[in-house]
Each structure stands twice: as structure tokens, then as C-alpha cells.
């Protein structure tokens, strides 16, 4: 069959109605919305490439496991199923259920992070550096220089910096560095992998310092298919035995289920250590639930359970990641600036070279997230000056970030190889447009976390 067909490896029994809106109701509803989709009604959406996470769609084998969800508060069925399979994959013996990734990420950071910590890790994901800053720790990302380039191609861009590392263990030691967390796949930087041979780096360096090592695992099966296809020795390999030598080298792991545990809520925490567990299981207790339950429902432990050996399986993994290859592709060759090589769960583009006369005081990835939904009902992300910019303590001057950027990201098994063609093609006739579209100034804005609730108007 030929490659840049990549037909899908599923059918389709149940459908969920899309609605089309007209450009002129787009047009108002952006208004509205303040010019900030987040404050969209999702039924006002054609495509929604807002997010990832949690909008997976299961497969009749994760719907029928619901009905085998066993509800007790104690000691529940689910519970070990669920188990029994994140041991099969990770090798770590004590699992705890969390209601999702951050719920794992607060009592994690409650037993291990004191004021004054570092927290080294290639690049740490929104919610743990808040948990961890929350503890009064300070999180570095030592990703290597080839992550932060958009242009640059570099097959193992989420990488940690060795040399940055070790000269972090050197001059701090066990006492100032509780833990190293690598995330797998590095999501801060667009869904790039880490090698195995990074990762048995940084291990070595963990033991010889005395200093844990976790993983982040949100996108763990995205990351081995990635090291199957990309790096030596791994190519005749199960997506499982390369999962459990990567997880071999380290003492436990986070997880947000909602990412590549294929269902829509959930999440887990992984231990070696018997004792670390007994802590988190206290903790649990606290702020998340009964450890054989930890804020999860028996049903959805049931359909994690199915989910997480589903998101192993190759043709799923060629089909998923072939997607956002295929779209990176068709952008590239349009001349779009796009960020390569492409990730697993995402297309990144370049909103400063996309519209190089928007100033990024005129948030020229908002303008991009407008031009996408008004033009054709498509829903994205800013990641640019509206999400990262900062103000400096002492001038009170604004602070751009390095990259404006605006993220499709591509849930699992939602929108057909057709949904993506009108994707790329909406993309390309805005790009073949850019000169007349316009910046915008906020208009309102909220104290934290602006970007989820702030508004904008045209300039
Ligand atoms: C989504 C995500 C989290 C947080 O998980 P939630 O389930 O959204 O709370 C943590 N780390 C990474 C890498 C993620 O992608």
C-alpha cells in the first residue's frame, strides 16, 4: 500500500453530527468570543484542534470494558486490572489512580519537593512547573539547544542536555535535587521525542549522583514509536519492550491518562519504591480518593486499562503520528512555516514568520487563531506573547517569548485523513491571503492565566 495514503486502521460504527456554520455566523460568534476561542462554544466549532488531551475517541473495546467497571470502594476489580497492566508496561510494582495528570503532579510534589529544590528535567509541562514552583521548587528546563530551534532538524528534539545536567548534579547535589522528570514526548516543545540513549544518559548520571529519575509519561507510547522508527537497534521491537526498558531506568512515573491512555479522564502514579507509595497513598487519601480508587471511576480504570495497550499497537501509532506528518508535509511544501521535524500529537506554526508585518505586540498568533476560525471553523491555540509573555518585576516592561506560535493539536482517532486535507488547505489559503490581515490589542485582562479568559478587538 502506499505510504502517504496512511488509510485509517479503524471504521466507523458510531458518529457524532458536525455542525457547519456560515462565514457571516463565524464572524459574529468570534465577536462574541471576544476575539479569544477559548470562549467558544464548542458546537461553534467544525474542527477542534484546541487540544489533545482527553478528547480521544474509544474503540468498542474500551466501551465494553465500562460495563465491567466494578465500583467498589475498596479494593476494586478495575483497580487491578488497571494495575496489572501499567506493571506490564512500566515494570513498577505500586500504582496509584489519580483523577488526572495534575492530580498525580500535586502529591507527587507534596512528598518530594522542598523550598529551595531544583527540579532539572528536559522541559517541564504547564501544570508540574506549577506544582513544583507551588513547593517552592524551581523547575529548569535543560532541553538541548535543537529543541528550542523551529527549523532546525533534529530526529530527538525533546533530548535532555547531558553536559547542563551533570553540571547541575555536580554543584548540587542529592541534597538541592530531589528528582530528574524527563517528559516523554517533550510536549513544551512540540511533541519531540526523547532517545533511548538520552534517556540511559541521564540515567547513568541519576546513579552516580544518588538522585531519582521520573518519568513524565503523558505521551509514552507516542515517544517508543518514535524511538522504533528513528533510532538503532529498535526497529524490530514491541512498542512494550521498549516501553519497559525506558521505564527500566528509572524509579517511577506520572501519568495523564488523558493523552496516550486513550479515554477522557484519569491518570496514574507509578512506583519502584514501596515506601514512596505508602506516602503517595497517604496523600491519596487526602486529595485524591482511596488508593484503589484515587478519583477514578471503576469503569474508566476498566477502559484505561484496554486504552493503554491500545495506544501500543503499531498500526494505530503509524496511522496517529502519520497524521501530523502528513500535515506538516502539505504545509511545508506550500511554503508555510511550520516547526520540524514534525511531533506526535501536534503541527506547530510559526505565527511571526506566518505574518512577518503583525509586531508581536499585535499578537500575531491570535490574529492566526482568528483567521483559521473565521475562515473555516477550525479551532487552535496561541502559544505566543497572549500565553508567555511577561511582565519584568522591576521595569514593568513586557517580556516576549522567543517563539509565537499556534499549536493544532490532533486527538487520537477523531477526524478522518479528509477533516486534516481541510485543515491543510484552510491553512495554506490564509497563508496565501496573509498581507491583509490585521493585529489586535487585549482589551481585557484577567490577572493569572490570561490567555484562557482574556479578550481582544481587531487594530
Ligand atoms: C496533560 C499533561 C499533564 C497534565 O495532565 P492533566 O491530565 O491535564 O492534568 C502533565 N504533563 C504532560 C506532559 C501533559 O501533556
Redesign the pocket.
Known amino acids: 500500500m502506499e505510504k502517504n495514503i496512511n488509510p485509517e486502521p479503524f471504521k466507523i460504527k458510531m458518529v457524532e453530527p458536525l455542525r457547519f456554520t456560515t462565514r457571516a455566523e463565524r464572524e459574529k460568534l468570534i465577536v462574541e468570543a471576544g476575539y479569544n476561542c477559548f470562549n467558544l462554544k464548542a458546537e461553534d466549532v467544525y474542527i477542534d484542534l484546541l487540544?489533545?488531551?482527553?478528547v480521544s475517541a474509544m474503540s468498542q473495546a474500551q466501551w465494553a470494558a465500562l460495563l465491567l467497571g466494578d465500583e467498589s470502594y475498596a479494593g476494586s476489580r478495575s483497580f487491578y486490572r488497571l494495575k496489572e497492566t501499567v506493571t506490564a508496561i512500566t515494570g513498577f510494582e505500586y500504582v496509584l489512580p489519580v483523577?488526572?495528570?495534575?492530580?498525580?503532579?500535586h502529591i507527587f510534589t507534596e512528598m518530594m519537593v522542598k523550598p529551595g529544590d531544583l527540579i532539572p528535567g528536559n522541559m517541564?509541562?504547564?501544570?508540574?512547573r506549577g506544582h513544583l514552583a507551588l513547593k517552592g521548587g524551581r523547575p529548569l528546563d535543560l532541553v538541548i539547544e535543537e529543541g528550542l530551534c523551529p527549523e532546525v532538524v533534529h530526529p530527538f528534539k525533546g533530548n535532555l542536555d547531558i553536559t547542563k545536567l551533570e553540571s547541575i548534579l555536580k554543584e548540587y547535589g542529592p541534597e538541592k535535587v530531589p528528582f530528574i522528570l524527563i517528559?516523554?514526548?517533550?510536549?513544551?516543545n512540540g511533541g519531540q521525542p526523547v532517545s533511548m540513549e538520552n534517556i540511559k544518559a541521564a540515567a547513568k548520571l541519576a546513579s552516580q549522583y544518588r538522585v531519582p529519575l521520573f518519568f513524565?509519561m503523558?505521551?509514552f507510547a507516542e515517544n517508543c514509536f518514535f524511538i522504533k522508527e528513528r533510532e538503532a537497534g529498535y526497529q524490530d521491537k514491541e512498542i512494550i519492550e521498549i516501553a519497559r526498558e525506558m521505564f527500566s531506568y528509572g524509579d517511577g512515573c506520572?501519568m495523564?491518562?488523558?493523552?496516550d491512555g486513550l479515554v477522557n479522564?484519569?491518570?496514574f502514579i507509578a512506583l519502584k519504591d514501596q515506601s514512596l507509595y505508602q506516602q503517595a497513598a497517604q496523600l491519596s487519601i487526602i486529595y485524591e480518593g482511596f488508593p484503589t480508587y484515587g478519583g477514578m471511576a471503576g469503569r474508566d480504570m476498566e477502559a484505561l486499562a484496554v486504552g493503554l495497550k491500545e495506544a501500543m499497537e503499531i498500526p494505530y501509532l503509524r496511522h496517529r503520528t502519520g497524521q501530523v506528518a502528513q500535515l506538516v508535509s502539505q504545509l511545508e511544501k506550500a511554503g508555510v512555516p511550520v516547526v520540524v521535524p514534525a511531533g506526535g500529537h501536534a503541527v506547530y506554526l510559526d505565527a511571526k514568520k506566518f505574518f512577518p508585518h503583525i509586531p508581536q505586540e499585535e499578537f500575531p498568533g491570535i490574529a492566526l487563531v482568528v483567521a483559521l476560525y473565521v475562515e473555516s471553523g477550525i479551532r487552535a491555540t496561541e502559544l505566543g506573547s497572549c500565553a508567555f509573555a511577561e511582565k519584568d518585576a522591576g521595569t514593568g516592561e513586557t517580556i516576549y517569548p522567543r517563539l509565537e506560535l499556534v499549536r493544532l493539536a490532533i486527538p487520537r482517532r477523531v477526524y478522518t485523513n479528509t477533516h486534516l486535507e481541510f485543515v491543510a488547505n484552510s491553512i495554506i489559503k490564509v497563508f496565501q491571503n496573509r498581507h491583509q490581515y490585521k493585529g489586535f490589542k487585549m482589551v481585557y485582562e484577567p490577572p493569572v492565566l490570561r490567555h484562557f479568559t482574556c479578550r481582544f478587538e481587531p487594530l
Open positions: 487540544t489533545d488531551s482527553g483523577h488526572q495528570g495534575r492530580g498525580a503532579e517541564h509541562f504547564d501544570t508540574t517528559t516523554v514526548t517533550c510536549n513544551s513524565d503523558a505521551r506520572l495523564s491518562s488523558k493523552k479522564i484519569g491518570g
